[in-house]
Every structure is written in C-alpha cells, then in structure tokens.
C-alpha cells in the first residue's frame, strides 16, 4: 500500500473542460511535491473526464457522480477519497501559485503540525490583471470567527486537517449553495485554532460564468445561508448585532443589484429599502441611495425638466 501524501487536494468540477487544465497544471508546478489530487465530477456533460485523464499523473484520481449534485456533496466525496494528512480545496476555475503546497507545509511545521484550518492570501485575475486581495488586520476583530464574516474566503486558500474534516462536513442543504463554503469555514473557526500563512498563493479567476457572477441571484442562497449561521450559537456568540444586520444589508443590496441588471424594478426598489433598515451606513450607501431614487417613479420626468431649463 503507497504511504498517504501529506496534501490531498480536492477539485469539485462541472463542465470545467475548457479551463480545469489550468488548475490541474499549477497543482503540477508545485514545489512541494508530497500531494494527491482527488477530481470529483459532478456529472459533466462535456469532456471533463478526457482533459484530466489526459495528464496522465498516477496522483491525480478522478472520480465522476451518477448524477449532478452540487459542491457540498461532491467535496465531502472527495474528502472521503483522500489519504492525506491535510485537505486543500480548489475549485476549477482557480489556481495555486507554485509555493502555494510549499508555504502551507512550512506553516504548517512551525506549528508543530497542528489539527488546525490554515489559509493563504489571494490574489484576483480579471482580464488577464492580478492583483493582491488586500487583507485586513485579524486582531481587529478581537475573534477569527467575525473576521471571516467580513473577510470571505474562497476555497483555493484553505488547507484543514482531516481530523477536523472526519467530523465535519459541507453542509449539503442546496438552499444555501455559493454560501456553503463561507458557512463551513465559519463552523470549523468556531471551533479549532486558525493560522494564516500571511503569503498571496492562491488565484481566484473572475470569468461570466462565476456562480457569483451578477447574472445570478445568488442573494436568496446567501441570506438563507446567513439564518443557517446566525442560529449555530457556536458561530453566532462570537458577532455582534451590528455585523449581523450588516451582513443582511450587503445581501439585499446584492439583490437589488441582480433585480437590476434583470429589469425588475420594484423588486429592486424592495430589496433596496431592505437593505436600508437593515444598515443604512452601508459602505455603499450613496450607490443605493441612487439606485433607488433613480427607480422611483417620477425621478425621471423631474430629470429631464431639470435638463431642459439648463
């Protein structure tokens, strides 16, 4: 039996065969080498399956669902599949920089090899541009867990031991997909010590068919999956009433923003004047303050005289 690899690193992919090479080639770039790669796909109907096994790596394991259901399910299989000492995650259209395996590892030494939830910084690519997410100062927030809240992780930056992993899982409730990884790194925070490697190793690719992207609206998933963290008193004990209220306004202002990409206009108007009750300071207060005068009826009849008199 082949001794387990210190890394596992868990791909969830769905019709990703044009751009998952990417993420499997930085995961050949690496520096540290002791890893596996489980690919778990979720039922693709393009040529996933081809790509992968076109490698042809004896480290990368693909796996392939009878039928498509979601990421949570998928990463908890592939957790189940893997052998090493810490689970990375990866998404396929994501990819490590080739210190990324290497600087966890050192992290990961110099804490004794702890059973812990490491992550990296990040940095994002739009239109071919990288650049550094810049990450606030953890001790201001007196606790990890309000931190995260505000800081969001994707998973190309978070490593976990499998111990944690064996007693934890995705929460596989699809009403509050494209928040569940948010939801579980905040239950395992909660819970177990966590260590940034303080180093930008890990890119997030920003493309049209994000699950985030504006096109959808995600904002339903993410406010059913803020009443999923907000009720675990474990996650919600450590944050305050404001960050709460705070993290509802920015979802319904998310909203509002889908409703007008989509035309919607009163559903905008309402999702607008949610956010508001919940958090009228909102950083972006003045975009939604214009968003909703720009929506009210007659703003535009008064525009256009004020434009004719000048």
């Known amino acids: 039996m082949k001794q387990a690899p210190f890394f596992s690193i868990v791909i969830p992919t769905y019709n990703r065969a044009h751009i998952i090479a990417d993420s499997l080639h930085s995961i050949l770039q690496q520096e540290f080498t002791d890893w596996e790669v489980i690919v778990i796909d979720d039922a693709s109907t393009d040529n996933t399956k081809e790509i992968v096994e076109s490698f042809k790596e004896t480290k990368f394991q ?26 990375c995650f990866l ?80 929460d596989e409730n699809v009403a509050i997909l494209v928040i569940e990884d948010f939801e579980f790194w905040l239950r395992i925070a909660a819970q177990f010590p966590v260590v940034p490697t303080n180093l930008y190793t890990a890119v997030e690719v920003y493309h049209d068919n994000n699950s985030t992207a504006r096109k959808n609206n995600v904002a339903i998933n993410q406010l059913n999956g803020l009443d999923v963290i907000f009720s675990n008193i474990t996650i919600s004990k450590h944050i305050s009433k404001n960050l709460k209220d705070e993290a509802y306004g920015a979802r319904y202002y998310l909203m509002a923003m889908y409703y007008q990409y989509s035309g919607e206009k009163w559903s905008m108007i309402k999702s607008l004047v949610k956010s508001f009750l919940y958090h009228p300071t909102h950083f972006d207060y003045k975009g939604k303050l214009v968003m909703l005068l720009y929506a009210i009826p007659g703003i535009k009849v008064l525009r256009h005289g004020m434009r004719i008199k000048s």
């Open 91 to 170: 998404d396929s259209d994501d990819y490590f920089l080739p210190n990324h395996l290497s600087s966890l590892h050192q992290t990961i030494l110099v804490q004794q090899n702890p059973i812990a939830f490491y992550f990296s910084d990040i940095l994002t690519k739009r239109n071919n541009h990288l650049e550094k997410r810049i990450r606030e100062d953890i001790n201001k927030y007196g606790h990890i867990v309000p931190y995260l809240l505000q800081n969001f992780l994707i998973p190309a930056q978070v490593c976990m031991h499998i111990n944690i992993l064996k007693e934890h899982k995705f």
């Open 62 to 87: 693909y796996f392939r669902n009878e039928k498509n259901v979601e990421r949570s399910i998928s990463r908890n299989r592939g957790i189940e599949k893997s052998r090493g000492t810490y689970i």
